[in-house]
T-cell receptor
């Protein structure tokens, strides 16, 4: 029944070693989002795709990139993870550009050692 | 900067009591949503209230919106231990290609059995 699936649930990476987090959805939604959530903080939007149209938030570091090869999948690439990038990364979808409700995956907890 | 600020940051109550959480925001909104997040999990949409609505109910949830004060409250009646979670308000803005949610800082609710 899972609709937005994130893999893996937990990821440990070394300082400076590139890492990729993945998200897939069975909802056929046009919009996919990536949020970063640090401990006891609000989720913070990194970027989103409307279909293949990529939208980067102004304050998202260049270290973070994203790919959306098709409707179902979206990837978050962290090119050179630093200790400050340790966080929960949340993927979300919404049906289309006017939709209000977001559907979230369970998140990937990233640890940088 | 965060659109929403919530208070209290943490709330601890006994099972059966009511829990009230408040959210304040800074700019005009079209609607306001409340989400719930269990520890280490993704967010789940609870309820949406539009800017022309003052109150909305869904099961044990009651949401109010005061646009003149730029504030909203979420009331959970007859709380249960399973209601223990973080609760976030979120406002949306049209940015880039699609709507984007900006989350408040959240209230950590603990319901004691």
């Amino acid at each position: 029944d899972a609709m937005v699936i994130q893999n893996p649930r937990y990821q440990v990476t070394q300082f400076g070693k590139p890492v990729t987090l993945s998200c897939s959805q069975t909802l056929n939604h046009n919009v996919m989002y990536w949020y970063q959530q640090k401990s006891s903080q609000a989720p913070k939007l990194l970027f989103h795709y409307y279909d293949k149209d990529f939208n980067n938030e102004a304050d998202t570091p260049d270290n973070f990139q994203s790919r959306r090869p098709n409707t179902s999948f979206c990837f978050l690439d962290i090119r050179s993870p630093g200790l400050g990038d340790a966080a929960m990364y949340l993927c979300a979808t919404s049906r289309d550009r006017t939709s209000l409700e977001a559907f979230f995956g369970q998140g990937t907890r990233l640890t940088v050692v | 900067s965060q659109q929403g600020e919530e208070d209290p940051q943490a709330l601890s109550i006994q099972e059966g009591e009511n829990a009230t959480m408040n959210c304040s925001y800074k700019t005009s909104i079209n609607n306001l949503q409340w989400y719930r997040q269990n520890s280490g999990r993704g967010l789940v949409h609870l309820i949406l209230i539009r800017s022309n609505e003052r109150e909305k109910h869904s099961g044990r949830l009651r949401v109010t919106l005061d646009t003149s004060k730029k504030s909203s409250s979420l009331l959970i009646t007859a709380s249960r231990a399973a209601d223990t979670a973080s609760y976030f308000c979120a406002t949306d803005a049209r940015g880039g290609s699609a709507r984007q949610l900006t989350f408040g800082s959240g209230t950590q609710l603990t319901v004691l059995p």
